[in-house]
């Protein structure tokens, strides 16, 4: 019983969350390795939290003894990554429409993962014009 309620839990978590993932996905994917070279100091930030940000934002490690480097061997691994996830994405709504015999609380959750995000980046500005 309790790892049928675990499964459930599972399937509606994952295909609520799924739009809002592939959002993320494809736009990091698309950030890291389409955007414009934003080549900054390689020293800027000394904490761990800067360091794990640059790695983000521009796929190094920062390192004060580089003299020069190169993103493209993480960006290949970040595009590869991205590409797997989407598939695991797919792959799981597509395994959830197999699996449930409910379909249509299936496409709910898909809908819902759709819908919430929007209107809460909906009242986001609202709530930002009031102020």
Known sequence: ???KLIRKLHLYLGCFFA???LLFIS???YQTTMSVKRNKNLGEGGG???KLTSIHVNQVFPSESAESYSPQLFQYLVAIMSAALILTLLLGIFLAFKTSKRKWSIWIALILGVIVPVILLWLGQSAESQF
Do not use: A, D, S
């Open 1 to 3: 019983m309790f790892m």
């Open 19 to 21: 739009p809002l993932l």
């Open 27 to 29: 736009t990091g994917w």
């Open 48 to 50: 761990w939290r800067e």
